[in-house]
């Protein structure tokens, strides 16, 4: 008996043996939007646990510039695992490009006993997506010129974007008879363009943009166009939104052609009077 209770005491329980262990294994990346309703993304992990023991875990999570929400601590039975997220959350000026995050899980309990261990890390990337977002206003919504006088558009471009960025914008005339954003004979661009770069430190950009179109002296009718402004390079860009378009009515100066025809034809008659007249002296001389 009292050899039995020697050996005993000196034989280590299986459980006793097993040093407490963690394994944790996460989703290495993710991607997220900031320009829309949601602007958050999420990582998930699991918790395996290969001993004997029952263990309580302490997670901690470093997101740097994006928020974190994540499970406190929780437990994992023996011979089991736990999964659990971590949801990251930024917001509309949030840079875009790769952002670290390092996960850590801790055992802080073994079998219900306090019990301080060394932490288990993960790191993962967040993808921010990269977003510009662009609107303009028109100072005018219509705009009614004589013929011979310059179309002059003014307009405030706003954009707001998550990193640096070069844009050029173009006016566009389209006429609303043919649906044509060819200009008309005798029209030509004076200013077309307008470009916009944002600096290093502002996620927000705002251009006083200026466009020049000339017109003809000679106009026979009354054009009734729109003007658009898009983005060099948009496809939809033939069509006059009414809520995005300038109204522009280029007025015929009749009068103008009239006078100039019938001082030309004036002209003719004078000519072809003295030609004759030059003809008869001649002729007389002769």
Same mark, same amino acid.
């Given at each position: 008996?009292?050899?039995?209770?020697?050996?005993?005491? %000196?034989?280590?329980?299986?459980?006793?043996?097993? @040093?407490? @262990?963690?394994?944790?294994?996460?989703?290495?990346?993710? !991607?997220?939007?900031?320009?829309?309703?949601?602007?958050?993304?999420?990582?998930?992990?699991?918790?395996?646990?290969?001993?004997?023991?029952?263990?309580?875990?302490?997670?901690?999570?470093?997101?740097?510039?994006?928020?974190?929400?994540?499970?406190?601590?929780?437990?994992?039975?023996?011979?089991?695992?736990?999964?659990?997220?971590?949801?990251?959350?930024?917001?509309?000026?949030?840079? &875009?490009? @790769?952002?670290? &995050?390092?996960?850590?899980?801790?055992?802080?309990?073994?079998?219900?006993?306090?019990?301080?261990?060394?932490?288990?890390?993960?790191?993962?990337?967040? $993808?921010? !997506?990269?977003?510009?977002? %662009?609107?303009?206003?028109?100072?005018?919504?219509?705009?009614?010129? $004589?013929?011979?006088?310059?179309?002059?558009?003014?307009?405030?471009?706003?954009?707001?974007?998550?990193? @640096?960025?070069?844009?050029?914008?173009?006016?566009?005339?389209?006429?609303?008879?043919?649906?044509?954003?060819?200009?008309?004979?005798?029209?030509?661009?004076?200013?077309?363009?307008?470009?916009?770069?944002?600096?290093?430190?502002?996620?927000?950009?705002?251009?006083?943009?200026?466009?020049?179109?000339?017109?003809?002296?000679?106009?026979?009718?009354?054009?009734?166009? %729109?003007?658009?402004?898009?983005?060099?390079?948009?496809?939809?860009?033939?069509?006059?939104?009414?809520?995005?378009?300038?109204?522009?009515?280029?007025?015929?100066?009749?009068?103008?052609?009239? &006078?100039?025809?019938?001082?030309?034809?004036?002209?003719?008659?004078?000519?072809?009077?003295?030609?004759?007249?030059?003809?008869?002296?001649?002729?007389?001389?002769?």
């Amino acid at each position: 008996m009292i050899i039995s209770l020697s050996l005993n005491s %000196c034989i280590p329980s299986a459980e006793a043996q097993v @040093e407490p @262990e963690i394994i944790l294994t996460c989703n290495d990346s993710t !991607n997220m939007s900031v320009d829309g309703k949601q602007k958050t993304a999420y990582i998930f992990c699991e918790v395996e646990n290969p001993t004997v023991h029952v263990i309580t875990v302490q997670i901690t999570v470093q997101g740097g510039v994006l928020s974190t929400v994540a499970p406190n601590d929780f437990t994992v039975n023996r011979g089991s695992s736990w999964t659990f997220s971590v949801t990251y959350g930024g917001d509309i000026d949030t840079r &875009s490009g @790769e952002h670290e &995050s390092r996960i850590d899980a801790v055992i802080t309990k073994v079998n219900s006993v306090n019990y301080i261990g060394n932490p288990e890390s993960y790191n993962v990337i967040i $993808n921010v !997506n990269e977003y510009i977002d %662009c609107q303009y206003e028109l100072e005018h919504q219509l705009l009614v010129v $004589n013929a011979g006088a310059p179309i002059v558009i003014s307009s405030r471009i706003d954009c707001h974007a998550n990193n @640096e960025f070069t844009k050029e914008f173009q006016i566009l005339m389209i006429d609303r008879d043919s649906e044509s954003g060819s200009l008309p004979t005798g029209f030509s661009y004076k200013q077309k363009n307008c470009l916009i770069e944002s600096n290093p430190d502002e996620n927000i950009v705002s251009e006083k943009c200026r466009f020049e179109i000339s017109t003809p002296i000679y106009l026979l009718r009354t054009l009734d166009s %729109c003007i658009i402004i898009v983005e060099i390079g948009d496809e939809n860009s033939d069509e006059c939104y009414e809520s995005l378009s300038m109204e522009i009515k280029v007025k015929t100066r009749m009068w103008l052609v009239l &006078s100039t025809f019938i001082i030309i034809t004036i002209g003719i008659w004078n000519f072809q009077d003295r030609l004759k007249e030059f003809l008869e002296n001649r002729n007389v001389d002769d």
